[in-house]
């Protein structure tokens, strides 16, 4: 994951999301949550789309893994007619070596005026710096990394097969090099932003894919597949776009998520959506797994966070679809929202 604990939003991104809220507040509080009902999310095939990153290996940059996992990244957005732009870039680690980086775009509906950006990180991280052992090789970052990846990866299939489509246009982001911050107390300060995380994140924010290119709003998914996941809001969330926040979880306490969309602030944290309201301007939200709020001892994540342990058997079904259903009602909704 990325650096976390105590810290206040820096003013640019308190100052970013105070203007994004004129954008994000035009969806109004009031508006009935399941207005067009959205096509079935399979959590069967957001499982074995899991399944088939791991099976790659960590997706850690500058490995043959990460290579193969882009090309089938690519090859699998653009079998459901996406419109796919790889952004490369070569971003330094806190170790001062230049990492092999790719952003993965993929978009439908281009014409339309109302966009709506979604997002993940496909990156692993490549040190498991809280397991008891091996603490220098990757991890296989099931749910820290693969699990948004295949939620993401499943809504384009479904948006692909069905007869009717969202009314607004999509943009899937894959970051990449998320993960590759140092941990606390393992590698000295390398004076990095956000600690060496988030990189490929604030690489599109300060070089965007098209030019001018906006969205009325974003959602992150990052870490949303593990049994027993809870969902609370942050503060730079709140900050960015509350109506959106609301909008997403009301629209999964309808659908019957709200055991894993908890009505509850998770303090701050540092994650991609971080650098998108910064740089882009665009106000996005994050559903991230918060087990509890921040404390002095910082945020508590799902149990094989950062270990060895974040494997296929961290993963449950029932989670992935609690967030994939309630992303693409969501989208389906926006359609009707004037």
Same mark, same amino acid.
């Given at each position: 994951?990325?650096?976390?604990?105590?810290?206040?939003?820096? &003013?640019?991104? #308190?100052?970013?999301?105070?203007?994004?809220?004129?954008?994000?507040?035009?969806?109004?509080? @009031?508006?009935?949550? =399941?207005?067009?009902?959205?096509?079935?999310?399979?959590?069967?095939?957001?499982?074995?789309?899991?399944?088939?990153?791991?099976?790659?290996?960590?997706?850690?940059?500058?490995?043959?893994?990460? =290579?193969?996992?882009?090309?089938?990244?690519?090859?699998?957005?653009?079998?459901?007619?996406? *419109?796919?732009?790889?952004?490369?870039?070569?971003?330094?680690?806190? *170790?001062?070596?230049?990492?092999?980086?790719?952003?993965?775009?993929?978009?439908?509906?281009?014409?339309?005026?109302?966009?709506?950006?979604?997002?993940?990180?496909?990156?692993?991280?490549?040190?498991?710096?809280?397991?008891? @052992?091996?603490?220098?090789?990757? /991890?296989?970052?099931?749910?820290?990394?693969? &699990?948004? +990846?295949? =939620?993401?990866?499943?809504?384009?299939?479904?948006?692909?097969?069905?007869?009717?489509?969202?009314?607004?246009?999509?943009?899937?982001?894959?970051?990449?090099? *998320?993960?590759?911050?140092?941990?606390?107390? !393992?590698?000295?300060?390398?004076?990095?932003?956000?600690?060496? !995380?988030?990189?490929?994140?604030? !690489?599109?924010?300060?070089?965007?894919?098209?030019?001018?290119?906006?969205?009325? !709003?974003? #959602?992150?998914?990052?870490?949303?597949?593990?049994?027993?996941?809870?969902?609370?809001?942050? @503060?730079?969330?709140?900050?960015?776009?509350? &109506?959106?926040?609301?909008? +997403?979880?009301?629209?999964?306490?309808?659908?019957?998520?709200?055991?894993?969309?908890?009505?509850?602030?998770?303090?701050? /944290?540092?994650?991609?959506?971080?650098?998108?309201?910064?740089?882009?301007?665009?106000?996005?939200?994050?559903? #991230?797994?918060?087990?509890?709020?921040?404390?002095? &001892?910082?945020?508590?994540?799902?149990?094989?966070?950062?270990?060895?342990?974040?494997? /296929?058997?961290?993963?449950?079904?029932?989670?992935?679809?609690? +967030?994939?259903?309630?992303?693409?009602? +969501?989208?389906?909704?926006?359609?009707?929202?004037?």
């Amino acid at each position: 994951m990325k650096k976390t604990g105590l810290f206040l939003v820096v &003013s640019l991104i #308190i100052f970013a999301g105070c203007r994004s809220n004129e954008k994000a507040e035009t969806t109004t509080e @009031e508006q009935a949550v =399941v207005s067009v009902p959205a096509p079935a999310f399979s959590s069967d095939s957001a499982f074995h789309f899991l399944e088939k990153q791991l099976a790659f290996g960590p997706r850690v940059p500058n490995t043959p893994a990460h =290579v193969k996992t882009a090309a089938w990244l690519i090859q699998k957005f653009k079998s459901y007619g996406f *419109e796919v732009t790889e952004q490369n870039f070569k971003p330094v680690n806190y *170790e001062g070596k230049a990492l092999n980086a790719k952003n993965i775009i993929a978009s439908t509906n281009p014409a339309a005026a109302k966009r709506v950006l979604l997002a993940a990180h496909w990156d692993t991280r490549p040190i498991a710096d809280k397991d008891d @052992e091996r603490q220098t090789q990757p /991890i296989p970052g099931a749910n820290d990394g693969a &699990s948004g +990846v295949a =939620v993401l990866l499943e809504i384009a299939r479904i948006i692909h097969e069905a007869p009717k489509k969202p009314e607004v246009g999509i943009d899937i982001i894959l970051f990449d090099a *998320e993960d590759w911050g140092e941990a606390i107390d !393992y590698k000295k300060d390398s004076g990095l932003q956000y600690g060496g !995380y988030l990189l490929g994140s604030d !690489y599109w924010s300060k070089n965007l894919h098209k030019p001018n290119y906006t969205a009325f !709003y974003g #959602i992150l998914l990052d870490m949303v597949g593990a049994k027993n996941a809870t969902f609370r809001y942050d @503060e730079t969330s709140m900050q960015a776009a509350p &109506s959106i926040v609301k909008n +997403v979880w009301n629209t999964a306490s309808q659908l019957g998520f709200s055991q894993y969309f908890l009505n509850e602030s998770g303090g701050s /944290i540092y994650d991609d959506h971080v650098p998108v309201i910064a740089n882009a301007k665009i106000p996005m939200i994050d559903i #991230i797994d918060l087990k509890t709020s921040f404390g002095s &001892s910082g945020a508590d994540f799902f149990k094989a966070h950062h270990t060895h342990d974040d494997d /296929i058997s961290a993963i449950d079904k029932n989670t992935l679809k609690a +967030v994939g259903q309630t992303v693409l009602q +969501v989208l389906y909704n926006e359609g009707s929202v004037q």
